[in-house]
């Protein structure tokens, strides 16, 4: 991998695909979270799988980006059926390519779960990327069709260890829920959600900036009609479950992590705006983690051997 080579990392998910484009992947620096939000050389775009030929979008959109077909794709996935027509189609329009799909084997983190080979790896490489710019122990909150709380723990000179965590239904997944069991309750509100809740906001996921975002006080009161319940009720318990969570998992720090710190948020993924906006406890809002933590996996790799992974 030479200096111009170019490196593009994919976060596949279950409903949309994060990418992001690098040349020269910088070393993590805890204090350096600004690469996706306008630093050189970088880029970051989210595409929805809904969209019929979101591979071709993939390809189209990093073809206007890369002069060449001499590419590293580093892939995250979880949804095998959607990265699977991708790479075929990264085959079909570009010439000379590297695809390497990370499991869990390449995380260079402790992962002390029942079964590491089972765990989304978008959390692993999230955890990682997490665990580089910001001192443990660490809640790492991913919200997307689910949402992940992890527990990342370690002292200033050990190894970050994964510690698993929890998984609950995302906004869409919670309102879909409501929508098909529930009668007279229609499923109206979509990807609007976010920017659509009083008090919350929803930002592109290639503008929205990095910010460390202080307690909300503001109270939600009863809702005057049923979507008002209804997203007061849903944001509620995302958001109750993320600050319950944080408080019991930091209750164990004394057996995993001796550093005595108050963990650290940081709250990413598709709908992390609009539940930012509702967070009553401090959080750092980090846009595209798992991409961050695909290009400090390939900046690892080339400091130990250029040539990808085995």
Known sequence: ??????????DV???????????????????????????PGQRLRTISLDQSDWTTGVCRWVR????????????????????????R???????????????????????????????????????????LRFPRPLVIVDAGSAVTIDWVSGGP???STFHGGAILPGIRLQLAALANGTEGIEPTFGSS?????????HVAADRQPNIDVQPNIDVLGPGKNTQQAIRRGVMAGICGGIERLAVDYAR???????????????????????????????????????????????????????????
């Open 1 to 10: 991998m030479s200096g111009k080579h170019t490196i593009v990392a994919v």
């Open 13 to 39: 998910g279950n409903s949309a695909a994060k990418i992001a484009i690098g040349q020269e992947p910088p070393k993590p620096e805890v204090d350096d979270i600004t690469a996706f939000s306008g630093g």
């Open 64 to 87: 206007q980006h890369v002069a060449g077909d001499d590419i590293t794709w580093w892939v995250s996935t979880v949804n095998r059926a959607a990265s699977q027509p991708l790479q």
């Open 89 to 131: 189609c990264v085959a079909e329009q570009f010439a000379s390519f590297q695809w390497h799909a990370i499991d869990h084997r390449a995380i260079p983190m402790e992962i002390e779960v029942d079964f590491p080979d089972r765990v989304g790896i978008d959390r692993l490489i999230g955890a990682y990327a997490a665990s």
């Open 157 to 159: 000179s050990d190894a």
């Open 193 to 201: 959600f976010g920017s659509s809740i009083e008090g919350g906001s």
């Open 252 to 310: 164990t720090s004394v057996k995993t992590d001796a550093s005595g710190r108050v963990p650290q948020i940081v709250l990413t993924g598709g709908d992390a705006a609009a539940i930012s906006g509702f967070l009553r406890v401090e959080h750092v809002l980090l846009p595209g983690l798992v991409c961050r933590g695909l290009f400090d996996l390939a900046w690892r790799k080339c400091q130990t051997g250029c040539g990808g992974l085995e």
